[in-house]
């Protein structure tokens, strides 16, 4: 299947590169450069994909890369909550690409991360700018999902849509996310819509009480899932007891895992 800009929603067009080092950059070279959006960018290979905090990400042939500049009006405290907007519709477009015929299920971890079961499957990075004083901003919304292989040996257990009897090729998975991702964007509606969207983060994410390690700047802290507050920020329960707040961190889960097709990954995209 070869993806045009009749499968996309209407006014979003289609850049579809063979290779590049990476679709957020090449996103936000064109948003700088004057383009508008929206705008997906597409590539079937990145030679230097990225993920938060400068983390690496592998690309791997076959699997989906891809990022989408928008233009955004939104204060910029509230440009981080795209982050859950694309993980609900990166959920929602694997649950309308078919059955995980493994018996798994889709979940997400805060902030970015697409699971399978406990095995991270997809990831996401949210990149924005200021046009120019009084121009409004640019959000770029990068998208990588393992669709048939993972990266081995990076240290974090990954898996893919294929083992789990998902298969799609990129194309065909950039149609799913393409419609998922402006419904999202819609009833997020510039963050007045963001009770919505957290409301449909927590329904695709782990159990409140799930045990879980943050390692943020202050060191790691141990405790149980507790859900999100009202902008996002994730939420713990530590072993004294006390809630902890936290907007930025590394999410490792603590619980016992089942038995996975997973592979190994670098936690990161």
């Not at 009749?6 to 979003?12: E, G, K, M, N």
């Not at 798994?104 to 805060?110: G, Q």
């Not at 393409?178 to 159990?207: H, V």
């Not at 072993?239 to 190994?264: I, K, M, N, Q, W």
Request: with cysteine; glycine share 14%; aromatic share 4%.
């Amino acid at each position: 299947m070869t993806v045009s800009v009749d499968d996309l929603p209407a006014s979003h067009r289609l850049l579809h590169l063979a290779e590049t080092d990476s679709t957020n950059a090449e996103a936000m070279r064109r948003a700088l450069a004057g383009e508008t959006g929206p705008l997906w960018v597409l590539a079937d290979r990145q030679t230097a994909g990225r993920g938060r905090s400068g983390r690496t990400w592998v690309s791997g042939d076959g699997n989906l890369f891809a990022s989408l500049l928008i233009e955004t009006t939104c204060p910029v405290a509230k440009a981080g909550q795209l982050s859950l907007v694309a993980g609900v519709a990166a959920i929602d477009a694997i649950r309308r690409a078919g059955p995980l015929t493994s018996g798994a299920t889709a979940r997400l971890k805060w902030p970015n991360d697409v699971l399978i079961g406990q095995d991270k499957a997809g990831g996401i990075l949210v990149e924005s700018s200021a046009r120019g004083p009084g121009e409004g901003r640019i959000a770029v919304i990068g998208v990588g999902l393992n669709l048939v292989s993972a990266p081995q040996g990076l240290g974090a257990s990954a898996t893919n849509l294929a083992v789990h009897g998902l298969s799609l090729s990129p194309h065909e998975a950039l149609c799913f996310l393409a419609a998922t991702m402006d419904a999202c964007i819609k009833i997020w509606n510039e963050g007045a819509g963001f009770a919505a969207i957290r409301a449909s983060w927590l329904e695709r994410a782990g159990p409140i009480g799930e045990p879980l390690t943050v390692r943020a700047a202050e060191g790691p802290l141990a405790g149980r899932y507790a859900g999100l507050d009202e902008d996002g920020a994730l939420l713990i329960v530590g072993a004294d007891g006390g809630e902890r707040r936290f907007t930025y961190g590394d999410v490792t889960l603590d619980g016992p895992r089942p038995d996975s097709d997973g592979r190994e990954d670098n936690g990161s995209r």
